[in-house]
């Protein structure tokens, strides 16, 4: 009603109602942890940073970040969205096999379903499931690292045949 009030076709307001909205979501917060991960992991990369491999954890130490500060990885996402950064995108990990050299790893804690509906070790590991919270913060880190070159993202499984179940 207010649209048409204004002179807009009611399409024109919802376009203009979604942008606004959009442009107000909250900016995702990166935790820096770089000072408690093991610089030991890490060595210098001989190639340019363009690529992201998605990982599952395959255990969940739930949403206190410091319980995972030894996780190789780049980035880790708690079941409640929470994201913390362990290394620097500069850093080479041994995290993502044949994609080491090219690729940022993110760690989705939780013990994911594979793609064949099972899990790894669920009486040891448990059954998890991504959390929206989990979902929408990955994805805002990809936009992140977009604007930061990376162009392709690719699954952990997809780097190794023995790899079925990663990221889930």
Same mark, same amino acid.
């Not at 376009?15 to 890490?42: C, D, F, Q, S, T």
């Given at each position: ?21 959009? +442009? #107000?979501? *909250?900016?995702?917060?990166?935790? !820096?942890?770089?000072?408690? $991960? ?6 210098? %990369? ?23 500060r030894n996780v190789t ?17 500069? +850093? #080479?990990? *041994?995290?993502?096999?044949?994609? !080491?050299?090219?690729?940022? $790893? ?6 994911? %379903? ?39 993202v690719f699954g952990h ?12």
């Amino acid at each position: 009603m207010l649209a048409l009030a204004l002179g807009m076709s009611p399409i024109v307001a919802f376009g203009l109602a979604a942008i606004w909205a959009r +442009a #107000r979501e *909250p900016e995702l917060e990166v935790v !820096n942890m770089l000072h408690l $991960a093991p610089a030991r992991k890490r060595s210098k %990369r001989t190639r340019p940073v363009d690529a992201v491999v998605l990982h599952q954890m395959s255990f969940s130490r739930g949403n206190d970040l410091n319980a995972y500060r030894n996780v190789t990885a780049h980035f880790v996402i708690t079941p409640n969205g929470q994201v913390g950064q362990l290394h620097p995108v500069n +850093a #080479r990990l *041994p995290a993502s096999h044949g994609f !080491n050299g090219r690729s940022v $790893a993110v760690e989705f804690a939780g013990n994911l %379903r594979s793609v064949r509906g099972d899990w790894w070790k669920p009486d040891r590991y448990g059954r998890d499931h991504l959390t929206a919270a989990q979902i929408e913060a990955g994805r805002k880190l990809l936009q992140l690292l977009k604007v930061q070159g990376i162009r392709h993202v690719f699954g952990h499984r997809q780097s190794s045949a023995n790899r079925g179940n990663d990221p889930g």
